[in-house]
């Protein structure tokens, strides 16, 4: 079946510090690939995305690419912020068939001053 | 971007009751719409794909007479917690596919969290 497993929970940091969260998938054909933001008390944003192998996703300081190799999906930032603290999902479409998003379980990332 | 409001935002019933919440698409006609369930610490649970003027779908084992949902017009689509328990209490998240835009974006609803007494 179609899966996403992101690295545990909860992520502290000290500001301008380096982030790495990781997300690996797998699925039965070729997804696009995606994350999700959840800011306190707020819906899911979309962050950032990519729809083929290689393709890199960036938005506000954040990238991710898209590895078919190592099926990987890693989420980084190279200074984070306190207002960056949030949860983090990454996620997978199949673009055929139903075209359901499937979620990681999520990363809870903190940010101290 | 496009917004999706939920209502309420929380909720609190007795045993038996049901309750209702609201997802509403404000800028953007969806004829498709998504309810998930987010339990503590964990991720998002798809629980039904909603279909304008049709019958929603149901994931494998979501009871569709427990959780009903309607989706009777472009922007507004509801979900019933019938005779809601203990168990149900959870966080009940809503998306809404734009047709106009790329199939694969979702627009999320900040969330209703419903505790069951």
């Known amino acids: 079946g179609n899966s996403v497993t992101q690295m545990e929970g909860p992520v502290t940091l000290s500001e301008e510090a380096f982030l790495t969260i990781n997300c690996t998938y797998t699925?039965?054909?070729?997804?696009?690939l995606f994350w999700y933001v959840q800011y306190p008390g707020e819906g899911l944003q979309l962050l950032l995305k990519?729809?083929?192998?290689?393709d890199k996703g960036s938005n506000k300081g954040f990238e991710a690419t898209y590895r078919k190799e190592t099926t990987s999906f890693h989420l980084e930032k190279g200074s984070v912020q306190v207002s960056d603290s949030a949860v983090y999902f990454c996620?997978?479409?199949?673009?055929?068939?139903?075209?359901?998003?499937?979620f990681g379980q999520g990363t809870r990332l903190t940010i101290n001053p | 971007g496009a917004v999706v409001s939920q209502h309420p935002s929380r909720v609190i019933c007795k045993s038996g009751t049901s309750v209702k919440i609201e997802c509403r698409s404000l800028?953007?006609?969806?004829?498709?719409m998504f309810w998930y369930r987010q339990f503590p610490k964990k991720s998002l649970m798809l629980m039904a794909t909603?279909?304008?003027?049709?019958?929603?779908?149901?994931e494998q084992g979501v009871e569709k007479d427990k959780f009903l949902i309607n989706h009777a017009s472009l922007t507004l689509s509801t979900l019933t917690v019938t005779s809601a328990h203990p168990e149900d209490s959870s966080f009940y998240i809503c998306?809404?596919?734009?047709?106009?835009?790329?199939?694969?974006?979702?627009?999320f609803g900040p969330g209703t969290r419903l505790l069951v007494l």
């Open positions: 998306s809404a596919r734009d047709p106009s835009g790329l199939q694969e974006t979702q627009y």
């Open positions: 699925a039965t054909g070729y997804p696009s």
């Open positions: 990519a729809t083929k192998a290689d």
């Open positions: 996620a997978l479409i199949l673009i055929q068939g139903a075209q359901k998003l499937v």
């Open positions: 800028d953007f006609q969806a004829t498709t």
């Open positions: 909603s279909n304008e003027g049709s019958k929603a779908t149901y």
